[in-house]
């Protein structure tokens, strides 16, 4: 059973993570930044750790660690933390507001985070390590893969499958039954309504264009 959780990030993603917590009377042990935080009063009381290193002096066994590092498109910071800690034996805690809705027959996988507002609906998995960011929402059956980041006013229809390190832009919609393959940036505002190959960034026009 975990002792308490330690967050990685001090920017904004990271403040709203803690926000959740603190409503949750979480026992949060402190932060890990190399700079202060940005929300100075919510971070107000907790201790700063400095360097990642500093995360090996508190047992894996333990503790927790919350991954507060955001998610934008080709920057792979957050995923390469949550990868680097997993190899050292290090589990990443689940995050779900209580403002949110998430059906008792969806499934979130490890170090997901759901924030206000979002609602998932039955039959979905989140893949670990994703994001479904405020107001969002994830209609039954979808398989949504790992490193994904559901920005928020994302709209996502029944049995819509992504795979890794999918990018759904800003208020981006996507009608039932597509398959998004990895590596896909949804832009903000697109609508998908075919198939989307890997490597490809959809903008609201519907064009498709490869990123490599």
């Known amino acids: 059973m975990s002792n308490g959780v330690l967050i990685i990030g001090a920017g904004g993603h990271a403040s709203v993570l803690l926000d959740i917590l603190i409503e949750q009377e979480t026992n949060v042990l402190g932060y890990v ?35 507060g590092i955001g998610s934008l498109p080709k920057n792979y910071l957050r995923n390469d933390l949550y990868s ?12 779900v507001s209580k403002k949110a809705f998430v059906s008792s027959h969806a499934f979130l996988e490890e170090g ?7 609602v998932i609906q039955a039959g979905t ?23 994904n980041h559901i ?38 505002g697109a609508t998908i309504v075919r198939d989307v190959e890997k490597d490809t960034i959809c903008n609201p026009a519907y064009s498709l264009k490869k990123i490599y």
């Not at 680097?84 to 995050?95: D, E, I, N, T």
């Not at 989140?126 to 059956?141: C, E, L, P, R």
């Open 125 to 147: 998995n989140i893949g670990y390590n994703s994001i479904v960011n405020t107001g969002s929402t994830v209609d039954h059956d979808c398989s949504i893969g790992s490193n």
């Open 112 to 118: 997901v985070q759901v924030m206000q507002g979002v």
């Open 33 to 67: 930044s190399p700079s202060s935080a940005d929300n100075k009063k919510l971070f107000s009381g907790l201790e700063w750790f400095k360097d990642d290193i500093d995360i090996l002096q508190f047992d894996s066994a333990k503790i927790e660690l919350v991954n």
């Open 151 to 188: 920005a928020p006013g994302v709209t996502i229809s029944g049995q819509v499958t992504s795979k890794e390190n999918v990018h759904f832009g800003t208020g981006s919609s996507v009608i039932q039954s597509i398959l998004i393959n990895e590596n896909v940036i949804v832009g903000a």
């Open 84 to 95: 680097k800690f997993k190899k050292l034996g290090y589990s990443f805690a689940k995050v």
